[in-house]
């Protein structure tokens, strides 16, 4: 599967940023879609993940500032990011987990924070 991101650039801390993804290639039997985030010199760690299902999991830093949504019949995730803080600044990936566990990754995307 190929995953193409879109969105991210530089904001001011409290500001606002919509990633969005879409899903190309072999799709099925991706069961999840979400975002990973690796800022320098950190791990790579989970940000938003969303199910078939609409199911969601967010990590506790992110919970109440940003929303992931999914349309499965486009094969697109997006992730709306609210009061953005410096500390979210990262390389921003959209990623799709396979029932298997196989993950595939998008290109990745920067977000800036900074004033």
């Known amino acids: 599967v190929q995953l193409q991101a879109s969105g991210g650039g530089l904001v001011q801390p409290g500001g606002s940023l919509r990633l969005s993804c879409a899903a190309s290639?072999?799709?099925?039997?991706?069961?999840?879609m979400g975002w990973y985030r690796q800022a320098p010199g950190k791990q790579r760690e989970s940000v938003a993940i969303?199910?078939?299902?609409?199911?969601?999991n967010y990590a506790d830093s992110v919970k109440g500032r940003f929303t992931i949504a999914r349309d499965n019949a486009k094969n697109t995730v997006s992730l709306q990011m609210n009061s953005l803080k410096p500390e979210d600044a990262a390389v921003y990936y959209c990623?799709?987990?396979?029932?298997?566990?196989?993950?595939?990754w998008g290109q990745g995307t920067q977000v800036t924070v900074s004033s």
């Open positions: 990623a799709a987990i396979r029932v298997s566990g196989e993950v595939s």
């Open positions: 290639g072999s799709i099925f039997r991706i069961n999840a």
């Open positions: 969303i199910s078939s299902s609409g199911r969601t």
